[in-house]
Nanobody, 114 residues
Framework: VQLQASGGGLVQAGGSLRLSCAVS????????MGWFRQAPGKQRELVAS???????DYADSVTGRFTISRDNAKNTVYLQMDELKPEVTAVHYC?????????WGRGTQVTVSS
């Protein structure tokens, strides 16, 4: 399973970005997918996750501002990020849990200027 994240960039505080994670195989049977972020000097942390039944979960810091979704027909998972804050600045990684293995994409940089 290969994951390709895209959509990162530089945006001003209050702006929006949409991250995409393209998966090399059908995601219908991938039970859990998520987005993580890692800022310099910090541990990687969960931002949002979505199950194959479209059950979603969010970090408290992004609840109400971020939306995770999946398009099974396009084998893609999205993270819509609104009302961005500077503390979001980090490399964002896509993750898939499939057959008890965790797969990671290379990450995409998100930078929010104040």
């Amino acid at each position: 399973v290969q994951l390709q994240a895209s959509g990162g960039g530089l945006v001003q505080a209050g702006g929006s970005l949409r991250l995409s994670c393209a998966v090399s195989r059908s995601i219908v049977s991938i039970n859990l997918m998520g987005w993580f972020r890692q800022a310099p000097g910090k541990q990687r942390e969960l931002v949002a996750s979505i199950t194959s039944l479209n059950t979603t979960d969010y970090a408290d810091s992004v609840t109400g501002r971020f939306t995770i979704s999946r398009d099974n027909a396009k084998n893609t998972v999205y993270l819509q990020m609104d009302e961005l804050k500077p503390e979001v600045t980090a490399v964002h990684y896509c993750n898939a849990n499939y057959w008890h293995l965790a797969y990671w994409g290379r990450g995409t940089q998100v930078t929010v200027s104040s």
